[in-house]
């Protein structure tokens, strides 16, 4: 059975509580914007991790197995999405999300060392002086100025 069919599945039985059913009509409106023609991925990261929130804040007594199973699922399916390069670049480039919707904090110090090395490729070795550096800085663009 697949995931989505497991949680339609859960959110049927649980319908009469009212927390359940906000995470059933939640789960059900993010489903159709991550498979509309806009979607972003982007949004993978922090729909999923909201959800995941949303069934680990679930407690019905009869089906807490059920919940358990799904949660595991979810979370196995949610990691995939973050060990994604393309994921996590997206997701802390984002304005609406940043660094504030990863999982776990290894997620999010990966995807800040991905935004890092894709803004500075070879980083220098911090050892100069500013002043030196920035003197550096200038006899390189004198130097490709006269060089024109």
Same mark, same amino acid.
């Given at each position: 059975?697949?995931?989505?069919?497991?949680?339609?599945?859960?959110?049927?039985?649980?319908?009469?509580? %009212?927390?359940?059913?906000?995470? %059933?009509?939640?789960?059900?409106?993010?489903?159709?914007?991550?498979?509309?023609?806009?979607?972003?991925?982007?949004?993978?990261?922090?729909?999923?991790?909201?959800?995941? %929130?949303?069934?680990?804040?679930?407690?019905?007594?009869?089906?807490?197995?059920?919940?358990?199973?799904?949660?595991?699922?979810?979370?196995?399916?949610?990691?995939?999405?973050?060990?994604?390069?393309?994921?996590?670049?997206?997701?802390?480039?984002?304005?609406?999300?940043?660094?504030?919707?990863?999982?776990?904090?290894?997620?999010?110090?990966q995807?800040?060392?991905?935004?890092? %090395?894709?803004?500075?490729?070879?980083?220098?070795?911090?050892t100069?002086?500013?002043?030196?550096?920035?003197?550096?800085?200038?006899?390189m663009?004198?130097?490709?100025?006269?060089?024109?």
């Open positions: 059975m697949s995931l989505r069919r497991q949680l339609q599945y859960f959110f049927a039985l649980t319908v009469p509580n %009212h927390e359940t059913s906000k995470t %059933h009509t939640y789960f059900d409106t993010k489903t159709r914007c991550l498979s509309a023609e806009t979607a972003s991925v982007s949004d993978v990261i922090p729909t999923t991790t909201i959800l995941l %929130h949303g069934l680990r804040c679930l407690k019905p007594p009869r089906l807490l197995t059920l919940r358990n199973a799904l949660l595991s699922s979810m979370e196995s399916w949610c990691k995939v999405f973050e060990e994604s390069t393309e994921c996590l670049l997206a997701t802390i480039l984002d304005p609406r999300y940043k660094a504030d919707y990863f999982t776990t904090s290894s997620a999010k110090a995807a800040e060392q991905l935004l890092t %090395h894709a803004i500075n490729p070879n980083p220098q070795p911090s100069e002086d500013t002043t030196d550096a920035v003197g550096n800085m200038m006899q663009i004198c130097g490709r100025v006269s060089g024109v």
